[in-house]
């Protein structure tokens, strides 16, 4: 038989809810009120007291957004941004987060490593973003997408080896030992025999590059403000060039905002464990 | 002669592992180490991009004297303290708390737990757009639901005071599920049979948390802290897109101002010994998450 919970006990679970809730609403309310205000007609933007549901839905500010072909442009550099950098990440950092671990290194020097791709994730970027401005004006690559790719590659290759060392050191070594005897070479132990089995860590990285990479916006906007300008840029430009364009300003952060959300639904434990990546293990 | 297969394969296969780690290694020096080398000539060199093309020669530690003494500079710090202060703060004790209270496995607690991470995905620029948008004084939902409980709501981009607190406000919108991840995991991970030992020898709830639960989050909490702290320092994104550092100075923070410097004034020498003074910082920092993730406590 159940047992009836005390008066107290359910006092307790009435707050416990009420808590749960205000949190939900406080993040559920904006989103959906930047939603809102990307189909609510312009007029409606600045009347007292605020329209918060609007009476009349358009799109019109979505069909702005898609006539505009500056836009558009912008949608398709940070597409090509995205898609580059995630491929050569997991290309190379993979392999070299192999390398690493098969390499036998000793303690100190496997430490020495792991700090060094701590101060990369944790340095003042901002330190490295003009010198790296001054080299892209040099190599004339100023303004093109390849600043923006390399640049963000900084980032997420030591970010994606780290994740995939720490993946790799702890693979049984019998896996491997098997292939060895065989006299399988490093690339086909790579290949056929390791690369098979962490491959969930490999999407897990893959998405949490090109999440790092859709959202980037200190080296975008540093080296690319204008043809090769991507949606981070244009999202953040609303502020200062244009006065403010309430409606085409949340569309846009919509457009922007929407990928991630689906990427965080249906792919969350992969996301999470690339964010947290670092503080929890694992 | 036999060799033993193990040793042979081992010395055979180093230089294919040098090959697969060499790619990843030199972009990472041409893209992070050799701009941080150049970074650090910079800060001894006087050359502003808008008067002159080329470095307009060595200056030594002036560019660091003149910047520890320029008053934006300084108010920037202040600036990044409290903000950063204020919102790590909130962002502890709102995460931890979040945890506990979303602990479980249920499919609810589980739909919870999806919904409160949301914030942390949307891009840091995005969210500043959309908190721009909350807090308008005239037209935002924030001050209109202020105004339906009868409060007038603050001009919240506009005074000095307030931005702040916006900034703050946003930083904590965005930043508390991580926390909540983060402690989530750690609470989770604490063995329940400690509990119940706890509960047979008939400790509150409260005295549980105080003297089972958090000394033994504490090492995980502090990496989180340190974690998030550098975190915000270092972003530079949602301040640009909520408040471009105003009104006035009153939201610049060590990164916007170094941004501002060197990319929209062109004062390279200036913004690289700026930059520097913050990386000594970021480096203390940097060595103590690097001591907490080692350290057996």
Redesign the interface.
């Known amino acids: 038989m159940r047992r009836r919970k005390s008066f107290k006990q359910r006092i307790y679970s009435v707050i416990?809810g009420i808590?749960?809730a205000v949190?939900?609403l406080?993040?559920?309310?904006?989103?959906g009120?930047?939603i809102i205000?990307s189909i609510k007609l312009p007029r409606e933007?600045?009347?007292?007291?605020?329209t918060?549901l609007p009476t009349e839905v358009t799109f019109e500010h979505y069909q702005d957004l898609i006539d505009d072909k500056k836009t558009v442009r912008y949608f398709q550099n940070s597409l090509t941004v995205a898609v580059w950098t995630t491929g050569v990440t997991i290309l190379?950092?993979t392999?070299?987060a192999?390398?690493?671990a098969?390499?036998?290194l000793s303690a100190k020097i496997l430490?020495l490593v792991?700090?060094i791709f701590?101060?990369?994730r944790?340095?003042?970027?901002?330190?490295?973003?003009?010198?790296?401005?001054?080299?892209m004006r040099q190599f004339d690559l100023l303004d093109t997408v390849w600043a923006i790719i390399?640049?963000q590659?900084?980032i997420t290759?030591?970010f994606v080896?780290w994740l995939m060392l720490v993946v790799f050191q702890d693979l049984p070594s019998e896996i491997e030992e098997a292939a060895?005897?065989d006299g399988a070479?490093?690339?086909q132990r790579?290949s056929r025999v390791v690369l098979p089995i962490v491959m969930p860590s490999v999407s897990a990285a893959a998405i949490l590059t090109a999440?790092l990479s859709?959202?980037e916006?200190?080296i975008a906007?540093?080296v690319a403000r204008r043809k090769a300008s991507v949606l981070?840029i244009a999202?953040?430009s609303?502020?200062?060039d244009k006065g403010i364009q309430?409606g085409p300003?949340?569309a846009m952060?919509v457009v922007?905002?929407v990928p991630?959300?689906v990427?965080?639904?249906f792919a969350?434990k992969y996301?999470?464990r690339g964010?947290?990546f670092?503080?929890?293990k694992g | 002669m036999l060799k033993k297969p193990a040793t042979w394969h081992r010395r055979h296969d180093v230089p294919w592992l040098i090959a697969f780690v060499l790619p990843a290694f030199f972009i990472v020096v041409a893209v992070q180490f050799y701009p941080l080398a150049y970074s650090a000539v910079l800060a001894a060199q006087e050359w502003t991009l808008t008067k002159s093309q080329e470095p307009e020669g060595f200056v030594g530690l002036d560019n660091f004297v003149e910047e520890l003494g320029d008053e934006t500079f300084r108010r920037s710090v202040r600036n990044s303290v409290l903000i950063t202060g204020g919102a790590v703060i909130l962002e502890m004790i709102l995460g931890v708390c979040l945890a506990y209270l979303t602990m479980g496995s249920s499919w609810r607690m589980r739909a919870v737990r999806t919904l409160l991470i949301l914030p942390m995905v949307i891009a840091p620029v995005a969210a500043g757009t959309l908190w721009r948008i909350l807090l308008n004084y005239r037209a935002g939902l924030v001050n209109h639901l202020l105004g339906l409980i009868g409060v007038q709501g603050p001009e919240w981009l506009a005074s000095p005071d307030w931005a702040l607190v916006s900034v703050i406000l946003l930083d904590t919108w965005q930043w508390t599920p991580f926390v909540l991840l983060v402690a989530g995991a750690a609470i989770a991970s604490i063995p329940g049979d400690l509990l119940e030992v706890a509960a047979i020898d008939g400790a509150s709830r409260w005295k549980t948390f105080l003297y089972i639960e958090l000394p033994l989050l504490t090492p995980l909490l502090l990496l989180t802290l340190v974690f998030r702290m550098l975190e915000s320092l270092l972003s530079l994104d949602s301040i640009y897109s909520l408040t471009f550092g105003g009104p006035g100075y009153s939201t610049y923070t060590m990164t916007f101002y170094i941004y501002t410097q060197g990319l929209r004034n062109f004062n390279f020498g200036a913004a690289a010994a700026s930059s520097w003074i913050f990386m000594a910082f970021a480096s203390v920092s940097i060595a103590l998450v690097f001591w907490f993730q080692r350290k057996d406590w």
């Open positions: 416990h808590v749960l949190a939900c406080v993040v559920i309310v904006p989103l009120y930047l205000n933007f600045l009347t007292i007291p605020p918060i190379t950092g392999l070299a192999y390398g690493l098969r390499m036998r430490a792991t700090f701590l101060f990369i944790f340095y003042p970027r901002v330190t490295t973003v003009i010198p790296f401005f001054l080299v390399i640049g590659l900084g290759i030591p080896t060895v005897v070479s490093v690339w790579f999440f859709w959202n916006f200190l906007s540093s981070s999202v953040a609303f502020v200062s309430w300003m949340a952060s922007m905002i991630m959300i990427f965080a639904l969350q996301l999470i964010i947290t670092g503080a929890v």
